[in-house]
């Protein structure tokens, strides 16, 4: 059997283990204790932690870090201290939910595994290399408000962007966004102390997030902090580029064959961008200003693409275990025959849980409706969740009257006997009526009971207030509109989400329910449409 190309696919097979798993994915691990007895199992080189705590030493000197970071900070210098790694690109005014939930369920994993006994540390990759600045989107508003982009599209990285406005229009915007939500003033209270003109974004980002989770020992990690370090891995990917493309090639077709998508393209070159003199992001083979001996000389210069990033961060972090999306978990497949053949970590891949805010309201709503928890998504087809026995009665009668004339045209269509035009035909003919008859029974799915059409339509009223637009809440929400909205605990209570959710590490997106006090812009209002951070594909 064809198994459907969906990232889905990736986590099923990662559920079912056996041999072609294993090759996949490397190590297994699914429950708590199993996750545990891996990481214990990781043992850093000592020289190799020294060397990354001297290169990020001088950046966590420049931020005001919480007094659990600090002491995080201290952890790291025994090399038997475990490293947690995930990550993810910063957006403005913290971002969609995702960022965080991402970022706490890296923390709530190393604080189980420190009360195990085994002494471990969250960090977080702040992907701020990206020249993306779609990735900066902020996230929808309750209020349908949308702050005004600050930075035009264009190839330079987000570490080298400066706001706009001035500070003050800038909270002013945020102030407007989130209207009249009760915490609204504390929010912008706490956001006035790190706004500023001088503030890159990905820097705003990590402060933010520190000031929010003061107390989750977390620290962060710019990636341009660990450019001398990196350069050895650039220059081993420079001299050995085909042989790096056609095992990243081989790879994505493998998973493939398996139905799971190898959702980053293969590019030919070196696998990293050279900052020019405008500070763009640029392939190495496109510029011919400076020669590559003079480009490799220069660490400064130089950052890796979306598929070597991993590696890059893997090699110089060492890290026990990283907490990835599904699409990363994809594209980091991509690279494992490479990992292999380079002899390079293959760390601990556990797929993130997700976080959907729900209100209560709308959960007994679609009970009500005969719909569960185990149903909800935003593709969920109101049509198969509330059936109509006499649309599919109809529908049985139409496939018994129609089938006779179809299988005839079938039969003229590949006649031996007959003329190629008419073969076509009656080719063209079948095709078309099978459109119109499976069209046809659409419509009477949706149009022949009204009761049925009217539970249906409560149901995609339902839908739309849970996931407007089509988007995960969690992908979609700005994080700042939420607390603003439920208040600052409300951060706490996403913890304990996750605290439940590492129990089993299978990619399930776990119900967060919230006050009822707000509810989601509505399909009629202006609808922005974020780019997914990264795609959730199954529920729990």
Same mark, same amino acid.
């Given at each position: &059997? ?26 297994? !691990? ?36 919480? #007094?659990?970071?600090?002491? /995080? ?22 971002? $969609? ?13 190393? !604080? ?25 989107? $902020? ?10 982009? #600050? ?8 570490? @080298? ?19 009249? !939500?009760?915490?609204?003033?504390? =929010? ?15 820097? #705003? ?28 891995? &650039?220059? &081993? ?5 085909? #042989?790096? %493309? /056609? ?5 994505? &077709? ?6 799971? +998508? !190898? $959702? ?6 070196? +696998? ?9 992001? =640029? ?63 293959? +760390? ?10 729900? %209100? ?15 149903r909800l998504g935003p593709k969920l087809d109101p049509i198969e969740v509330v059936p109509s026995p006499k649309a599919e009665l109809r529908g049985q009668e139409l496939s018994l009257a129609a089938d006779p004339l179809l299988q005839i045209l079938d039969s003229l269509a590949h006649e031996q006997h007959s003329n190629p035009t008419l073969n076509r035909k009656a080719a063209r003919m079948s095709l078309r009526w099978r459109q119109q008859l499976n069209a046809l029974k659409r419509s009477v799915e949706e149009g022949l009971d009204r009761d049925v059409e009217a539970r249906r339509q409560k149901v995609l009223a339902v839908l739309e207030d849970i996931f407007p637009g089509g988007l995960e809440p969690e992908r979609s929400r700005n994080l700042l509109d939420l607390i603003s909205w439920q208040g600052f605990d409300c951060l706490s209570d996403v913890a304990a989400v996750l605290d439940t959710a590492i129990r089993r590490w299978d990619g399930c997106v776990c119900p967060w329910?919230? @006050? ?25």
């Open positions: &059997m064809t198994m459907k190309k969906s990232p889905q696919n990736a986590l099923d097979l990662r559920l079912r283990g056996g041999a072609v798993a294993e090759d996949l994915f490397g190590k297994l !691990a699914l429950g708590s204790e199993d996750v545990a007895r891996d990481v214990g199992d990781h043992h850093s080189d000592p020289e190799t932690r020294e060397r990354l705590i001297q290169a990020l030493r001088p950046l966590w000197a420049t931020l005001d870090l919480p #007094e659990s970071s600090r002491l /995080a900070q201290e952890r790291l210098n025994d090399p038997e201290c475990r490293i947690i790694v995930t990550g993810q690109q910063p957006a403005l005014w913290g971002g $969609p939910l995702l960022c965080t939930t991402k970022l706490l369920a890296a923390t709530r994993l190393a !604080a189980d595994l420190n009360s195990q006994g085994i002494p471990a540390v969250p960090l977080f990759w702040v992907a701020d290399d990206d020249h993306d600045v779609s990735e900066l989107d $902020p996230g929808e508003f309750v209020s349908n408000k949308s702050i005004p982009a #600050e930075f035009e599209p264009g190839l330079r990285p987000f570490y @080298s962007l400066t706001p706009a406005s001035s500070a003050s229009e800038r909270l002013e915007a945020l102030k407007v966004s989130l209207g009249a !939500a009760p915490h609204a003033e504390s =929010v912008l209270q706490k956001c006035e102390k790190l706004i500023s003109e001088e503030v890159d974004p990905g820097r #705003e980002f990590v402060e933010l997030l520190l000031e929010l989770l003061p107390d989750e020992g977390w620290l962060p990690v710019f990636p341009r902090a660990l450019r001398e370090l990196q350069m050895p891995l &650039m220059k &081993m990917a420079h001299e050995k580029a085909e #042989e790096f %493309q /056609a095992e990243i090639q081989q790879a994505s &077709m493998d998973q493939e064959a398996l139905g799971i +998508p !190898a $959702p980053v393209r293969v590019r030919s070159g070196s +696998p990293f961008f050279w900052h020019d003199e405008n500070g763009d992001r =640029v392939r190495l083979e496109k510029t011919a200003t400076r020669s590559t001996a003079q480009l490799l000389g220069d660490p400064e210069a130089f950052s890796p693409d979306a598929l070597f990033r991993g590696i890059v961060q893997d090699v110089l972090l060492d890290p026990a275990a990283v907490i990835v999306g599904p699409t990363e978990l994809c594209y980091t497949l991509q690279t494992r025959r490479l990992r292999q053949l380079w002899n390079l970590p293959r +760390p601990l891949l556990l797929p993130r849980p997700a976080v959907r805010p729900v %209100q209560r309201d709308h959960l007994d709503r679609l009970e009500e409706l005969g719909i569960g928890l185990d329910i919230i @006050s009822e006090n707000c509810t989601h812009p509505r399909a009629n209002a202006p609808q922005k449409s974020p780019k997914e951070k990264d795609s959730d594909v199954s529920s729990c």
